[in-house]
């Protein structure tokens, strides 16, 4: 077995209390000020690592090696979601508001892992490690745009993130050349009709019939405005109008998400919305108003370096631990560091499904559960390439 590899083996408890600990304090987007201190003072008492914090809760570690060789980034997410956890486990977590049902807690533990073996190891790196404790990636804007623009991306690359995934079994790497996750968008249409009494409906205007129509028009973009290749998905999940059962209102508000890959699609999404929502609101002498809100952007990973991430991972694990996997309609702001710098970057899918251990409920469920092997994978994968970037 590797040197780093079996290193590990035998960091995997420590990585796992710090993943528990994580757990029972979680911390919603942009307020994880204790997750964010907690990290802070775990760099520091591993020594040789610069740390920074040019947000109020993302941290970053930087390791500068003796040699010459590239920097590289690694990234992991801190932040929990807005949701009550039901699961019986003593680390349950303790704030009511929050739980890491998405393996951000995981994340976090790895990269202090990874930290300290890199900065125990920085006389023998031809290069630079920079650890990238990125806050907020559940919430939109996000965390990583933030840190982007405070310039903590100058100088890197190349850069490296993954995700602990529910998706795929534990010991298993899932890799995607190019797109990875879709871009994730949020419209409201508002619909503006005339109101009056539900009895007399020919002096009204009623939007709530419109907002019907234009949610089933909607549904035509996919099956009849897009390529039948092309991969998106439009989904009305939120739709709210009236306040009495005898009144028809004034006006109703749709609201919802788009998934695409394609960035012309992306740009015409708003357009074709419009038309529908326009036009059938205008047959029916009402008015509808199209606000569109662009989120995170497709993750798209480097052919290089997922090329030499895939063979890493074979050299290391074994070819029967690499899964060729679709993209994902998950959104992931990972993109930001990529596309808003050019720097390329690599996103890999790390396993944590095992239906005997009870692991395989989805992310962002209240009684979603981590099989806590999948952290010495995916602590592994990172040691893995940075050992073939920073170390020969």
Not at 73 to 89: G, H, K, Q, S
Not at 296 to 320: H, I, P, Q
Not at 348 to 356: F, W
Request: aromatic share 8%; glycine share 10%; hydrophobic share 35%.
């Amino acid at each position: 077995m590797n040197e780093l590899l079996k290193e590990v083996e035998q960091m995997r408890s420590q990585i796992v209390e710090w993943r528990r600990h994580f757990h029972q304090n979680a911390e919603l987007s942009f307020e994880e000020y204790k997750t964010s201190d907690f990290i802070e003072e775990k760099l520091r008492s591993f020594g040789g690592i610069e740390i920074e914090r040019p947000t109020k809760t993302g941290v970053i570690g930087k390791i500068y090696g003796k040699g010459k060789g590239p920097t590289v980034a690694v990234r992991a997410d801190i932040d929990a979601l807005p949701m009550t956890e039901v699961n019986d486990i003593p680390f349950v977590s303790v704030n009511k508001q929050a739980m890491h049902s998405c393996g951000h807690d995981g994340h976090a533990a790895m990269l202090l892992g990874i930290a300290k073996m890199f900065s125990e190891r920085k006389e023998k790196m031809n290069g630079n490690l920079i650890c990238i404790f990125q806050h907020a990636e559940e919430l939109p804007p996000g965390g990583a745009i933030e840190l982007v623009k405070a310039g903590v991306m100058e100088g890197v690359d190349e850069i490296y993130g993954l995700h602990l995934s529910s998706n795929y079994p534990t010991g298993k790497f899932g890799f995607v050349n190019g797109p990875l996750t879709s871009a994730t968008d949020a419209f409201k249409i508002i619909v503006r009709g005339k109101g009056g009494h539900s009895s007399m409906p020919e002096q009204c205007v009623d939007p709530i019939v419109c907002a019907a129509q234009i949610v089933m028009g909607l549904q035509n973009i996919k099956s009849r405005r897009i390529n039948a290749y092309e991969t998106a998905v439009l989904s009305v999940c939120k739709i709210h109008g009236g306040d009495a059962y005898n009144i028809i209102p004034e006006t109703v508000e749709i609201e919802g998400s788009v998934r695409t890959f394609s960035k012309e699609l992306r740009d015409d999404m708003p357009k074709m919305m419009e038309q529908i929502a326009g036009g059938i609101a205008s047959s029916m002498g009402a008015s509808a108003e199209v606000v569109y809100e662009r989120g995170y952007s497709s993750v798209v990973n480097d052919d290089k370096l997922t090329d030499n991430a895939r063979k890493v991972v074979a050299e290391w694990f074994g070819n029967d631990s690499i899964m060729e996997i679709q993209p994902v309609m998950p959104g992931e702001d990972f993109s930001a560091f990529t596309e808003a710098t050019g720097c390329p970057g690599c996103f890999v899918e790390i396993g944590t499904r095992n239906h005997d251990k009870g692991t395989d409920m989805p992310h962002h469920n209240p009684k979603y559960l981590m099989d806590e092997d999948g952290l010495y994978y995916g602590t592994g994968y990172l040691a893995a390439v940075l050992e073939d970037r920073l170390m020969k």
